[in-house]
């Protein structure tokens, strides 16, 4: 079947808006008609190459939609099914098999490439392949192919357009602390980059317990909806952000996030905590940095550690998140703004610019 995708082609060209074909579902693969799909900022990232995957390819990976047919294999969705997309994983490596798919074997010929793992794709065009799995899904289109292990139902009681972040940016920011920091109860955390990722950080912080919660960001209107959320405390960024946090609490914070992949903040989110203290690195800072570290002060119970997708089984926690939302305590329609497929460079554009749109979300039809 002949479906529309947004392709993403070069930095500096906009999306181009094609006509590609689907082909067939293989066994373990769903197709889904795509209702709506956030833009996050690893997609930017990858249209404007600092992150430096294969263009073009169609991006996209916080869609929901509804399931219009499943390969005999099958067994999570039937047609008609609502859903979220997330990552792939391939179920059977001892990663996934220990509840981490985030750090799956295959996770990159599987999420990154654009292709299913024997390079293939269900998207052509003119006979020529198109890279249409990126992150599983591509949903950047009206329809995709997904694998099934991408493919999670959701309730028909809940707004589908709003559920696509719930895949990508809320699994990652409150899978952060909730499945890798895990701070106990009455813990400070500051929190650097309060997008999408960071408020839902803030959010995984509200629902552990922490005492003391510091957002950072240099947006106001970003800060302003962190503590609306529950922070405690919002600090402008800037030079002094780090010993600013540690007279905040006292002895320094407990854990820190950064999310914003700023090269300062990543520092400052490590300078800022306490002794022991964890930081974790979600934001993508540009390709090739390095930093150096005081090996003295990480000597005192000190580290920093990369986290992948909240370090959270998509099948069950993208669930977890829909009924957190149910019950009020997960309130993403507070900081979305929805826009037209067609107005997807728009959507891009407004998301860079004065922190106003937090998660824009393209709706398809
Ligand atoms: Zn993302
Ligand atoms: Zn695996």
Request: glycine share 12%; aromatic share 4%; proline share 6%.
């Amino acid at each position: 079947m002949s479906v529309t995708v947004a392709l993403a082609v070069s930095p500096d060209e906009p999306f181009s808006f094609q006509e590609v074909e689907l082909g067939p579902l293989r066994d373990d693969e769903v197709r889904v008609r795509i209702v709506a799909s956030g833009i996050c900022h690893t997609d930017v990232a990858v249209k404007e190459q600092s992150v430096e995957l294969p263009l073009p390819m169609v991006l996209g990976h916080e869609g929901s939609g509804v399931v219009e047919a499943v390969g005999s294999g099958v067994r999570n969705v039937a047609p008609g099914d609502h859903v979220v997309l997330s990552g792939d994983s391939c179920g059977v490596c001892r990663k996934c098999h220990s509840g981490l798919p985030s750090y799956c074997d295959e996770f990159v010929e599987r999420n990154l490439t654009g292709l299913r793992v024997d390079r293939t794709s269900a998207m052509s065009a003119g006979g020529e392949l198109v890279r249409g799995r990126f992150c599983g899904q591509s949903s950047f289109a009206t329809h995709c192919v997904a694998p099934a292990r991408s493919v999670i139902k959701v309730g028909k009681d809940l707004p589908l357009e709003l559920l696509g972040p719930l895949g990508c940016g809320l699994t990652t920011g409150v899978g952060t602390v909730m499945n890798a920091l895990r701070p106990p109860s009455g813990s400070s955390i500051a929190v650097f980059g309060v997008g999408t990722v960071g408020l839902s950080a803030v959010i995984g912080a509200v629902l552990t317990g922490c005492e003391t919660i510091i957002a950072v960001d240099m947006h106001e209107a970003r800060l302003a909806m962190a503590a609306e959320l529950g922070a405690t405390h919002c600090l402008q960024a800037g030079e002094n952000v780090a010993q600013a946090i540690v007279e905040l609490t006292g002895t320094g914070a407990d854990f820190s996030v950064e999310c914003s992949g700023n090269p300062m903040a990543i520092e400052q989110s490590v300078a800022c905590l306490g002794r022991p203290g964890w930081c974790a690195q979600v934001g993508a800072p540009p390709a090739g940095t390095t930093m150096p570290m005081d090996m003295g002060h990480l000597g005192y119970g000190r580290g920093i550690r990369g986290v992948v997708l909240g370090e959270a089984s998509p099948q069950t926690f993208v669930p977890y998140l829909a009924s957190l939302y149910r019950s009020g305590r997960l309130p993403l329609e507070r900081f979305v703004r929805y826009y037209d497929f067609a107005d997807i460079d728009q959507a891009v554009r407004d998301s860079a610019g004065t922190g106003e749109v937090i998660k824009p979300i393209l709706k398809m039809s």
